[in-house]
């Protein structure tokens, strides 16, 4: 290791030691708060409420959270309907889960950036892992981007399991 630095000098040491730091503050809270989860599942945050704190809270989540490095296994799709009547249609689904497993999935919507409903279902995974919750249909007068958070997490230990954005314009 004193060949490498001796050799890269100071400012590279420097950078080396800027970028060791950014990833110690940015990995250090996320690995705090899984361990927080497992350990103790009733002390988490309102993550798991279904009103509009919980779901500005999982918002913030995901966009704080680095994009998973394994194959996506949480999925969101919304479509935004004018005819008859403005509506829209969610749903969420995901691969890959744990087999045979109770879930909790929260389908938040926001419209324009703002809070506007959260839909909560429990499915179970089937033996391969698989999942889905019901069709969501939601009438709408708001002509703006429709946007859908699909997180899953396992019902029983309240282990996070991946989240999924989509979105629609009316």
């Known amino acids: 290791m004193r060949r490498v630095m001796h050799r890269v000098g100071r400012r590279a040491s420097a950078v080396l030691l800027v970028v060791v730091s950014v990833l110690a503050v940015t990995v250090a809270p996320a690995a705090a708060q899984d361990r927080q989860g497992e350990a103790d599942p009733a002390a988490s945050s309102d993550l798991f409420r279904a009103d509009e704190r919980g779901a500005l809270a999982r918002l913030a989540l995901a966009k704080s959270s680095p994009p998973q490095t394994m194959a ?5 799709d919304i479509n935004c309907y004018n ?3 403005m509506y829209v249609k969610d749903k969420g689904w995901g691969v890959d889960a744990q087999a045979n497993k109770q879930l909790e999935v929260f389908r938040d919507l926001f419209i324009d950036g703002q809070w506007w409903k959260t839909t909560t279902n429990w499915p179970y995974t089937s033996s391969t892992g698989s999942w889905s919750t019901p069709t969501g249909d939601h009438g709408t007068l708001i002509r703006k981007r429709h946007m859908l958070w699909v997180t899953a997490y396992y019902k029983a230990t309240n ?12």
């Open 159 to 170: 282990g996070y399991i991946g989240r999924a954005t989509d979105y629609c314009d009316m």
């Open 83 to 85: 005819v008859p009547t």
């Open 72 to 76: 996506a296994i949480v999925y969101a």
